[in-house]
């Protein structure tokens, strides 16, 4: 007869067996192993704990600070203060980061200029303006957003355009639009349908920006993995598997395609308008999609932010990228200050030197984000090794062209 000691130990090992704890590590040497492993004499891991380290002998290129001044056109110094089912309402901002905190970095890495797309509008706009664009000019540019809180007022189509040259007197450099039009702004603001991206009461504001030479900052869509199923074929199941929030699978979501399709027919309908298609147009696991859509749209350029991670994983292809489209690739990083959360855009040195890496060096199998895991899949990066003549085209040349600037 079992006795209730050896009773409970043998429950205990069979339940081992079937439920590990989420991060149990099994350590070989332990003289329970063979039991605990269960019939397949493996042993188990769980990935969140495998931190693989390379073997690889691969040239490790050091680049402290860019060979050109950068003006890195895609950061969020500061963000909407309050914000309801991904709509930010209300113009008051959070402010990220101090210019104080962010200058040394800047001047460390020879970022000459960041541009912050979040500057909000209204009096939340006029104070960031004051605050980091005029305390120091040539350093900071802001951005306005739309205020879609004034959405359901029968004017707004006027309302909107007129906000756009509202901030055009106050300073800003241009629009910003989050993917919020098109995955959560909805007919009653934060309930009811979708409102697509090409719904025509934003053509007013489209035409106000082509008209004050106020180039729009566009998110449209996001990684094809945010539109499948978060399951073990998915290849940012970690990533999504930390944000569940951020996949746009099932519900009432509109497809990455059908996303791109309104957006193309916004573009068509804006000739004179630019437009920064941002995270490499949206769509770098497809560079031929995103390469028709620069061919088709002259009035379209595109920035790399928090994607040098796709782009690095396949080197050659990105290479004809940049030497196709050399003149409408903008650097941008998507730099949050404070955003540890995210570690491919956390604004710090090491950020910075990976993009340069990335850009300015042929070095091979190396991690896309300042982080202990790849953040945002597993896999690693190899470098560009672009010529001086592309690099300062995309450092900053076409950055002030777009935006108007004196570099
Ligand atoms: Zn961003």
């Not at 409970?8 to 079937?18: E, K, N, P, V, Y």
């Not at 702004?185 to 009461?201: A, C, F, H, M, Q």
């Not at 749209?297 to 994607?307: H, L, Y």
């Amino acid at each position: 007869m079992t006795s209730r000691r050896q009773w409970l130990r043998q429950l205990s090992l069979t339940l081992s067996a079937f439920a590990q704890p989420k991060s149990a590590l099994f350590v070989p040497s332990s003289k329970e192993k063979p039991e605990a492993q269960g019939d397949n004499h493996k042993a188990t891991l769980a990935l969140s704990n495998y931190e693989p380290r390379s073997a690889l002998h691969a040239q490790e290129t050091h680049i402290e600070a860019a060979s050109f001044p950068v003006i890195d056109v895609h950061t969020h110094i500061t963000v909407s203060a309050k914000s309801k089912n991904g709509v930010g309402l209300g113009a008051e901002r959070t402010y990220l980061g101090q210019p104080d905190e962010l200058l040394p970095l800047m001047d460390r890495k020879n970022i000459r200029a960041m541009v912050n797309l979040t500057g909000g509008y209204d009096d939340g706009l006029a104070q960031v303006i004051a605050k980091f664009d005029k305390a120091f000019p040539g350093r900071f540019y802001s951005f306005t957003e739309p205020c879609y809180e004034r959405f359901l007022e029968p004017k707004y189509p006027q309302i909107q355009a007129d906000g756009i040259e509202y901030a055009h007197r106050t300073g800003a450099k241009g629009l910003k639009i989050l993917k919020t039009l098109g995955l959560y702004l909805r007919e009653n603001i934060t309930s009811g349908k979708l409102v697509k991206i090409d719904d025509p009461r934003f053509d007013p504001m489209w035409d106000a920006c082509g008209q004050l030479n106020m180039p729009v900052a566009i998110h449209v869509s996001d990684p094809i993995a945010f539109f499948t199923p978060i399951d073990r074929f998915n290849e940012r199941y970690e990533e999504l598997n930390n944000h569940p929030d951020w996949s746009f699978y099932d519900h009432d979501f509109p497809s990455n395609a059908e996303l791109l399709q309104a957006r193309n027919r916004m573009f068509a309908r804006h000739p004179r308008t630019q437009f920064i298609v941002l995270h490499v147009g949206n769509f770098a696991e497809n560079l031929d999609n995103v390469s028709e859509s620069l061919d088709r749209f002259s009035n379209m350029t595109v920035d790399i932010a928090a994607r040098i991670g796709e782009l690095g994983r396949q080197p050659r292809r990105s290479r004809r990228f940049f030497d196709r489209h050399q003149d409408r690739i903008l650097f941008g990083t998507d730099a949050t200050p404070h955003g540890d959360e995210f570690p491919q855009q956390v604004f710090n040195d090491k950020l910075y030197e990976i993009y340069y890496r990335f850009l300015e060096t042929e070095d091979e199998y190396f991690d896309y984000a300042p982080a202990k895991v790849p953040p945002q899949g597993r896999w690693r990066i190899y470098g560009l090794g672009l010529p001086h003549s592309i690099l300062e085209k995309v450092y900053n040349q076409n950055a002030a062209r777009v935006l108007g600037i004196e570099i």
